[in-house]
């Protein structure tokens, strides 16, 4: 069996999570959405929060590389990726919500462990935020807008799905980086 069967499990039960739910969704539906038997899933993962688990490693993974992609970019330029990225998803946003926020939130309500797995993606998110801020700001500055601009971030995502209008996020992301220009340029 190949990583690229497993990559396809991954892929399909982000895509059913996102649509459905992670309670709304079985191993049988992940199996149909990879085109695959339950028992070709089971090769890769032994139960549903395992499939979780290497959704949410496979989306830091991505995340993350595409965060980390120029070390030897100026902070601002860094955070604006970020902001495209967010940008770029709009219309899945509009569509679905934040893949990982939705789903920390759903998970919270039914198992602490897995909602704090899942929020973990968000907090590696904003621990990178706030080391990019600190370059450019005090300590306690830095921590203040990581958390604002993740929480524009999320707020935006949660209000396009809403509302069914990736504009929202796409309004919001042009805020942001107007904020950004004034918090570089400082006072």
């Known amino acids: 069996m190949s990583s690229a069967n497993r990559d396809c499990i991954v892929t399909s039960a982000l895509r059913l999570f996102a649509r459905r739910g992670y309670t709304r969704t079985s191993i049988g539906d992940i199996a149909d959405e ?14 549903k929060p395992e499939i979780l688990a290497g959704v949410i490693d496979e989306r830091r993974r991505r995340i993350m590389a595409r965060l980390n992609a120029d070390a030897g970019e100026s902070a ?5 990726r970020l902001i495209v990225l967010v940008e770029s998803s ?17 998970l919270g309500k039914h198992d602490e462990a897995l909602r704090a797995r899942a929020a973990g993606l968000l907090v590696h998110i904003q621990t990178w935020l706030e080391q990019q ?10 921590q203040a807008s990581a958390e604002h601009l993740l929480t524009l971030m999320q707020g ?17 992301m042009a805020h942001a980086r107007q904020w950004l220009d004034e918090v570089v340029q400082g006072p």
């Open 133 to 142: 801020f600190s370059r450019i700001q005090t300590p306690p500055a830095a």
């Open 76 to 80: 601002p330029d860094a955070i604006k």
């Open 156 to 172: 935006s995502a949660v209000l396009a799905h809403a509302h069914g209008d990736a504009h929202i996020v796409r309004k919001q």
């Open 90 to 106: 709009a219309d899945e946003m509009a569509r679905t919500g934040c893949p990982v926020g939705s789903l920390a939130g759903e």
């Open 34 to 47: 990879a085109g695959m038997l339950k028992g070709n899933i089971a090769y890769y993962f032994k139960t």
